[in-house]
């Protein structure tokens, strides 16, 4: 399974990137926002240009015409960035044409099998389902992508499924087992990723026994 960071905050795609363990990154309005930036575009160009990978990048628009417009603008930002589009009927209008134009796009706000079916018919490259936001209202979100992974390994669809909404290490665990082809989160579940009490005690003991040897061959 590979990593996307869920960010629009340049200094953690940097650090992220210098690890060596994500592969894209997804964000939206809402984050870049958060970030204080007012030039959505000129911002998604330069994560583009920081990233090898994937970069989606959401539309605004609710009807198709204004999707499709919208997404011809930024794809046209660089050869990377993938087109978010929203799980409705003008959503997938879009997708059909930007898909036959060649443009990636990320069908967002999947929470069903159905709707993620209908986006990979459409033409999508990836289907977003939001795990977090199903468990919030006490649905089984990583039970949503293993249905997924299941129908689309049944009808060998090669539409690839990002588990989105991840919102600590078990949810991007579970993903991986469900059966999930990339996970997108956000960089402090990235971090946590690394953290295992067991780690820090071997480094402590690994430490504490050179520091004895130090003093031994002193």
């Keep these: 399974m590979r990593f996307f960071l869920d960010t629009a905050n340049l200094e953690e795609i940097r650090s992220a990137i210098s690890m060596g363990v994500i592969s894209g990154v997804t964000t939206n309005p809402t984050l870049v926002a958060r970030e204080g930036v007012r030039d959505?575009?000129?911002?998604?160009?330069?994560?583009?240009?920081?990233?090898?990978?994937?970069?989606?990048?959401?539309?605004?628009?609710?009807?198709?015409?204004?999707?499709?417009a919208e997404a011809r603008e930024l794809a046209a930002l660089r050869e990377n960035v993938v087109i978010?589009?929203?799980?409705?009927?003008?959503?997938?209008?879009?997708?059909?044409?930007?898909?036959s134009e060649g443009i990636r796009?990320?069908?967002?706000?999947?929470?069903?099998?159905?709707?993620?079916?209908?986006?990979?018919?459409?033409?999508?490259?990836y289907v977003s389902p939001f795990v977090g936001r199903l468990d919030d209202i006490g649905e089984d979100g990583i039970g949503l992508v293993r249905d997924v992974a299941e129908v689309f390994s049944i009808h060998n669809i090669e539409t690839e499924i990002i588990a989105a909404s991840l919102r600590h290490s078990k949810h991007v665990?579970?993903?991986?087992?469900?059966?999930?082809?990339?996970?997108?989160?956000?960089?402090k579940v990235l971090a946590d990723l690394f953290k295992h009490p067991l780690t820090d005690q071997g480094i402590q003991r690994f430490l504490k026994d050179w520091q004895e040897l130090s003093k031994d061959n002193g």
Aim: net charge negative; charged share 15%; no cysteine.
């Design 173 to 187: 665990f579970d993903s991986a087992v469900a059966g999930a082809h990339i996970a997108t989160v956000p960089y």
């Design 84 to 99: 978010k589009i929203p799980m409705t009927q003008e959503g997938m209008r879009a997708v059909k044409v930007l898909s």
């Design 105 to 125: 796009t990320n069908v967002t706000l999947v929470f069903s099998p159905q709707q993620a079916l209908l986006a990979a018919a459409a033409g999508a490259s």
């Design 40 to 68: 959505f575009h000129s911002h998604v160009k330069k994560i583009a240009q920081m990233v090898d990978g994937p970069v989606s990048a959401e539309v605004i628009s609710l009807e198709a015409e204004g999707m499709v």
